[in-house]
């Protein structure tokens, strides 16, 4: 695993790649050639960047439907990724997921859920997997402020609890569900004081503070290898766009102020780990201009090769059901 | 009367019911922003009557039955995929209850699913499970694929005493047609609408379908084949006795279901007609439903598993060979 | 409502009541006379009467599959209750429902569900209608600390906790969910600790002593009808028999030990309250046994009233399912 | 080969896969105490490979598809009427994650599922949820009737790479049969067993009504009457072949499905054999099923929901009409 510069570096890269693929998606579906639905993860690629670059390659991970930003965080391939979103052959998921359902079992991407909190029991088996075959791998779910209210997200903290599992319940508090406050819904405070209903760690952190998120994983992480048990982790962020692209031409009302949104924006993650790597001489302004450049190239790039991949072939629709197939009807 | 859409037919509706009967009110998530459309304009005219719930569906659709069980008229708003997630609350509370309890309890719900599929939206936002609602008693199932019947429909699900699914076509949200204003014109549950007279074939048509069917009619009226498209409207009750008819005119039956194949209501219907009508049947009774697979993310695949205007004329074209 | 001596003695007869009721229902299941399954509450009648005794008839409440208890409690009809258990056309439902199934709307018992913790969501939803009516009625949702690890549970405290709802949440905390001690699958030493996560008071009692669970109710009902919201109360109490009837001929290994079931006889409620009532000079050991007499005169009554009653007729079967009825398939 | 119980042969299946591969495990409710009958023994062999779960449906059942994708083999045991809780991990997890995912994992993964009914057990714990799931792409579905049938299936269902549903029908639990002690037996999903031969009539049961058809056609045989009884066995995937080529050769069906009639596995037999076996038939298709009505508890009510021997005995008849 990376340390030092090379793990700050990599960080501001992921933030970037994402922000970068992101900014790209929104542009795909304005022009139509993105169909679906896409949620993206702008202004909270600290969250998952910090959290991820604290785990192993074989370390797992689950996510929801603001479905960009986990994978590539991971470390995954932004080619499959986008080839995935136009529905291409050559896409995570042969095209057969889309935007909310990236996969890659290879490096321990379990996959995104569309179903709000329905990955939480998921992740908490393969932490349960991963004990029962004593490996030392650990889970880490990401899951909203809105998904905090589900059932599952309770019955999957408490039985991590009870069988000290290595998980971190990782929840991207950006404050909405669609167009309600989590104030509204959620009746503590912070999502984070919950963890006293499951004996276990509550951490709030800031999520737009990618050492800091990262830091608070590793402490996670640390308890999780070493049979302690889960940890629920709260990251306090923000998304800058709509709910899912395109939603707010429908909207009626507003739902939340330019005010907000602007001092949000001040708060971005990327500007503030570029300004924490200067100010620390950990890197130059080349140097993060340079990992700008990489990264619009490798969106490029990506955009490329999805839109030159094929499409899935009519016998496509017929594999992949089942693993031992049958005639399907 | 003018041409309005269907989801605008269904906000006429949730308005005037509320307008009439303040104890009907509406749940659901992020409904006060209108942002899916039918509920726009309701919470300034019904203000506390309009709630915006958390993400706990299992939660808030049992708190409907809760309500309704000491006098409230709950309207429920979600999409069908959402269903899974509540499964207990509909089936142990909403349907089973006031049977359990010899009843006692009436349980005026009203539970809206969106169904989203045919836009590219995957399979988790894609279910179509209004035939397993239908192997479950105690629920009432409304399907309409109008802006009228909308209309229609959705204020005698609201006056209904029992909890109705009422399955709502996202693919038809912008659809125009004529809708009556008079708030007093609700369309009965049980009753069949032939939406199109024909001699050959009989074509039964369940939601969104039957727009395909319509077109596949009109097209083969050309050939010098009349096709007869019935929409049942409601599947639970069945107006089986509207379908047999046809049956008995045309002595063939296609049925169309967007819901995948086994166990569909496709299904249902062609047991129905094949039993009852079985004297009637000149040709085997063709299904066209969705492939007993998942629906496929890419724009490549998608088209493939659903039913189309193709597949509809063909299935027509089998049962005149 | 009761008050004074009435309330004590009231007290009294309704957990003997429950009691005879189900060393009844007891007999009738070892002699095959009552069918299907029967959970008894013998052991636990402080608990539901300490609670009921609290609420007006207006006011709601919701059970579980440990049946009798609650609606005997409430002020329900033994004689119906009984018919109903036997599946007489004379039975709350109709025969409809049978022991876990018990209901009557006319004095608020909204019923009782057999599917665990299926119930919670039923009762946040009669305490929205009360409040949404504009009446100060309250609920009581009784459950147990194996419903407490449902999602359900979660998903209804916190709605009533971010409405306000008037519910209390009273979890009937036998130790046991069949087999399974709460101590393996609650991460938490209480279950009333999790009120923290729906921010409500969380409040711990002594469920053998009906005074107690009286008193504790009364607080948590004068808070809920202030419009103050919701409270968790958890009652310690023990189950004296198997989980349901005749479970324990199938058992392969006991998991509980004899010693621990003789401590919780020694604190047996209506001992207790017996106990009570006499150090107190409230009542005389006479007026005691006459309470007690009076009751097996009740359960007899009321078993010779369902031995005698009808069953329902084959038409009945045709009725209920709809208020306004289609065509039956 | 000796009697054996079909709660023995399931836990003499559940034994033998435990020991030949020890990624299998098995999740439920107090399972260890061996309260169910099936997991009886398994706790002291196999000790922390048999997992007593809290009261979390929806969440151990969703942890055994988290523990599949990573390469163990759980089986989780419960009773189907607690299907709903779950029911978002069982649809929205089990059954669809391998194909959204584009094949990337497997989910080998039993699920079973007691069925309770006919025994004044209510409307929460009799569920017959099977037609359901067959309406849900993605799942397998057995459903033995006999102790070699109940054996031989689970064992494939535990080597199968992906999700099955195992229904077992408890009112079978404690009927005896030859169990082959062969631990390579198992019994291929898809192949239906033709359980008597027969040349009027062919009748198809599924689950426990296998018995009262049996004794019906032995019954009948004395009048004259042949009845063939065909058990599929496994409802997804589904034989229709042996179904279809029985119906060539009687002319006549009747299907025999516990659950509610509405969208049933009757229905759906009933609609397949009506289209591809319409040329065969000689009488409408007759269906006995549960009616569309929850079980009532009362023992004067529960037995007029459910097919008997009365009922399916009517049916044959009439196809003979
Ligand atoms: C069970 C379920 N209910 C509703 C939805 C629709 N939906 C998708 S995302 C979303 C909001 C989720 O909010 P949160 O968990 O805070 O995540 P965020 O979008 O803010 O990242 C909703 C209501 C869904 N996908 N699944
Ligand atoms: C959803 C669901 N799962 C499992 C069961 C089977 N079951 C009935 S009661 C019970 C134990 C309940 O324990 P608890 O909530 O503590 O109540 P107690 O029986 O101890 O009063 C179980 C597992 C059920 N009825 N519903
Ligand atoms: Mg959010
Ligand atoms: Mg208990």
């Known amino acids: 695993m990376p340390e030092g510069k090379e793990l700050y570096m990599l960080m501001l890269r992921r933030m970037m790649l994402i922000r970068k693929f992101d900014e790209t998606v929104k542009d795909l579906v304005q022009s139509a050639e993105l169909v679906g639905m896409a949620h993206c993860y702008i202004g909270e690629e600290a969250v998952a960047v910090g959290a991820c670059t604290a785990l192993r390659d074989e370390d797992y991970i689950t996510g929801n439907h603001r479905s960009h930003g986990h994978p590539i965080s991971k470390g995954g391939d932004v080619r499959r990724a986008m080839a995935e979103l136009l529905g291409k052959a050559t896409g995570y998921c042969k095209g057969k997921g889309g935007s909310m359902h990236l996969a890659d079992f290879d490096i321990g991407i379990l996959g995104e859920s569309g179903i709000v909190a329905s990955a939480l029991p998921v992740a908490v088996g393969a932490a349960m997997g991963s004990k029962m075959q004593n490996t030392d791998r650990v889970v880490i779910s ?85 049979g302690e048990g889960p940890t629920l982790l709260e990251a306090k962020t923000y998304r800058y766009e709509d709910h899912s692209e395109g939603l707010n031409r429908i909207l009626r009302e507003p739902y939340r102020t330019e005010e907000e949104i602007e001092f949000w924006r001040q708060r971005d993650p990327i500007d503030i780990h570029s300004k924490w790597l200067l100010e620390n001489d950990v890197a130059s302004q080349e140097e993060i201009d340079k990992v700008q450049n990489d990264v619009y190239e490798a969106i490029g790039d990506a955009l490329q090769f999805a839109r030159e991949s094929p499409y899935p072939d009519e016998a496509d629709l017929f594999t992949d059901l089942f693993a031992d197939p049958i005639p399907l009807r | 009367m003018g041409e309005i859409t269907y989801s605008d037919a269904l906000n006429h509706a949730l308005k005037e019911e509320m307008r009439r009967d303040e104890k009907v009110f509406l749940m659901g998530e992020s409904i006060r922003g209108g942002i899916y459309g039918v509920t726009g304009g309701l919470s300034q005219e019904f203000d506390k009557r309009v709630i915006d719930t958390p993400l706990s569906e299992n939660g808030f659709m049992g708190a409907a039955v809760g309500a309704a069980a000491v006098g409230m008229r709950p309207i429920v708003q979600s999409l069908a995929s959402f269903a899974w997630v509540a499964m207990d609350q509909l089936v142990s509370q909403a349907a089973k209850m006031r049977f359990m309890f010899g009843g006692q309890v009436n349980l005026p719900i009203v539970y809206r699913w969106g169904l989203l599929y045919g836009n590219n939206i995957a399979a988790h936002h894609a279910d179509r499970p209004y035939p397993m609602f239908m192997n479950m008693p105690g629920l009432k199932i409304a399907i309409p694929s109008t802006p009228a019947d909308a209309k229609g429909l ?30 007093e014109i609700c369309i009965p549950f049980g009753k069949a609408e032939v939406k199109r007279e024909g001699a050959d074939v009989t074509v039964v048509t369940i939601a969104g379908t039957l727009r395909p069917a319509l077109a596949v009619a009109d097209e083969l009226e050309s050939d010098g084949i009349s096709v007869e498209v019935i929409d049942p409207r409601t599947i639970v009750p069945l107006d089986t006795k509207t379908i047999l008819d046809s049956v008995e005119k045309t002595g063939r039956l296609v049925v169309v279901d967007p819901a995948h194949r086994s166990c569909s209501v496709a299904s249902e219907i062609s047991s129905i007609v094949s039993q009852e009508g079985f004297w009637s049947l000149q040709a085997p009774i063709q299904r066209v439903t969705s492939l007993d697979c998942h629906f496929p993310f890419s724009p490549a695949l998608e088209h493939l598993v659903y039913p189309n205007e193709d597949k509809i004329a063909d299935a027509i074209n089998l049962t005149l060979e």
């Open chain 1, 142 to 226: 990401f899951f909203g402020d809105g998904a905090s209210n589900q059932g599952a997200c309770h019955e999957a903290m408490n039985l991590a609890s009870i069988w000290k599992l290595p998980v971190i319940f990782l929840c991207e508090n950006n404050q909405y569900a669609v167009t309600t406050s989590f104030k509204e819904t959620v009746s503590t405070e912070n999502v984070s004081d919950r963890a006293t209903a499951y004996n276990m760690p509550g951490v709030l952190v800031d999520g737009q503070d990618v050492m800091a998120m990262h830091e608070a994983t590793v402490h996670a992480v640390q308890r999780a290898r070493a």
């Open chain 2, 154 to 183: 959705l204020k005698t699900a609201i006056r209904d005493n029992d909890p109705v699914m009422f399955f709502e076509d996202n693919n038809l949200a912008g659809s125009r047609g004529e809708v009556s204003e008079d708030p």
